[in-house]
């Protein structure tokens, strides 16, 4: 089962412009991770943020968690293109000393030249 | 340094048939786990090897789908007499002993006719 929500399912933009994915999940994380996934392509891991870290950056990307309202948001700034592909969040409920990724069902984002 | 690979990249069985699906994770990387993607959806979490040691294959859909890792590097997932519902990617990921990001391959998009 998957435990991840992403919202929405589908966003298409300009180029240059902000996109924002959100994530909502169910029970206790370590840590929640996004994802992108180009069509046809394996996953590529974004950035992580543990469950004691309330926002983090990197580069044109800015993530948050509210682990109060189990709730994740990305935004990706100034678009580009290249942006294009579908956004995964991902929960860790053990951090690393156990298993698996809970992924969400992804957000597609188009971004239009 | 080179990442995760897997082979076939791309596999059309005819049902009933089996097929044997390989993932070499990046070196030296101490866990190993496989997911199943079907179209449109997230990943989901099938096994997680420690080592050469399975420790978790609670995701594992059915007594046709067997996993291995025989000498702690190279993993196999054999999935016998093929459904049309096993029709998926096949996603193989790694990670370094004490770490928390999940490294992925470009996935095997198996098809059964």
């Known amino acids: 089962s998957q435990q991840g929500e992403e919202d929405p399912q589908a966003l298409s933009i300009q180029e240059g412009e902000n996109a924002t994915m959100n994530c909502s999940y169910k029970?206790?994380?370590?840590?929640l991770q996004w994802y992108r996934q180009n069509s046809g392509r394996g996953l590529v891991h974004l950035i992580l943020?543990?469950?004691?870290?309330r926002e983090k950056h990197s580069g044109r990307l800015r993530v948050t968690l509210d682990t109060s309202k189990k709730s994740s948001s990305l935004l990706i700034t100034a678009s580009r293109a290249a942006d294009t592909a579908s956004y995964f969040c991902?929960?860790?409920?053990?951090?690393?000393?156990?298993?698996?990724?809970?992924f969400g069902k992804g957000t597609k984002l188009s971004v239009k030249p | 340094g080179a990442g995760v690979s897997q082979s076939p990249r791309y596999k059309v069985a005819k049902r009933g048939q089996d097929v044997a699906l390989r993932c070499d994770p990046i070196?030296?990387?101490?866990?190993l786990f496989w997911y199943q993607q079907a179209l449109g959806q997230g990943p989901e979490f099938l096994t997680y090897?420690?080592?050469?040691?399975?420790?978790?294959k609670s995701g594992l859909p059915s007594d046709r789908f067997f996993a291995e890792r025989p000498e702690g590097s190279v993993s196999t997932l054999k999935i016998q007499r093929t459904q049309q519902e096993d029709s998926a990617v096949y996603l193989c990921?790694?990670?370094?002993?004490?770490?928390?990001?999940?490294?992925f391959g470009p996935g095997t998009r198996l098809l059964v006719l």
């Open positions: 990921a790694s990670r370094r002993g004490g770490g928390e990001t999940q490294y």
């Open positions: 070196s030296g990387h101490v866990s």
């Open positions: 090897f420690q080592n050469e040691a399975q420790l978790d």
């Open positions: 991902a929960t860790d409920l053990y951090g690393g000393s156990q298993g698996n990724l809970i």
């Open positions: 943020i543990r469950s004691n870290e």
């Open positions: 029970t206790s994380i370590n840590n």
